[in-house]
């Protein structure tokens, strides 16, 4: 029995011994393919300018919102909830709602970040409401501190058509923001649902 356990400590000893030695050499040069993927890597997970913007999201908001299903018609109002969080240091916001649609009990999540490849800001978006998956894509404007995203979905009433939506997320101040989500029908857009955010 001692044997057996001399023998495997001294097996042992040796794995880690060349462990050690094969650390202790230096790790070779990286070709110029190498360091071109490793730099490419690095400039796809780096934290820009950009990923700091989206931090103005992050925290718990009280929203009030209007939905219209008939231009000429009154908005559906309601109140609601709203909490963001950072996630992946920083490269991710994800956004949790919760409220009432057409009377009902309402949860939906999104995602906002900036593509490094791609140059990019992006929205996603699930939801109680649907089974379907929303993706868009849009550019910051300084001058009026507001995102502008662009994408399409399939109409609910003729799903066989697809239907071109913008959306306009907007900074009023450190503690209100707004956003607006436009549908492009029969040749005219119009402005279907409006989301009020108060800071808490």
Known sequence: ??????????????????????EDKAAPPMTAEQKAQADAYQRMSELRPEHKQLAYF????????????????????STGSSKAVAIYGGRYVTMSFEGLFFGQPFQGQGQLGFDNLRGKFFSTWIDSGSTGFWLSWGDYDK??????????????????????????????????????????????????????????
């Open 143 to 200: 001058a009026s501190n507001a995102w502008t995203f662009l994408g399409e979905m399939p109409d609910p009433l003729k799903p066989q058509n697809i239907v071109k939506v913008r959306q306009v997320m907007r900074i009023y101040d450190d503690k209100h923001y707004g956003f607006d989500w436009y549908e492009f029908k029969d040749g005219k857009e119009t402005r279907t649902m409006n989301i009020d955010y108060r800071r808490e």
């Open 1 to 22: 029995m001692k044997r057996a356990v001399a023998v495997v400590a001294s097996i042992f000893l040796a794995g880690m011994a060349a462990t050690a030695a094969a």
């Open 58 to 77: 992050v925290g718990s908001w009280k929203t009030k919102s209007q939905v219209w299903m008939d231009s000429a018609a009154a908005a559906l109002e």
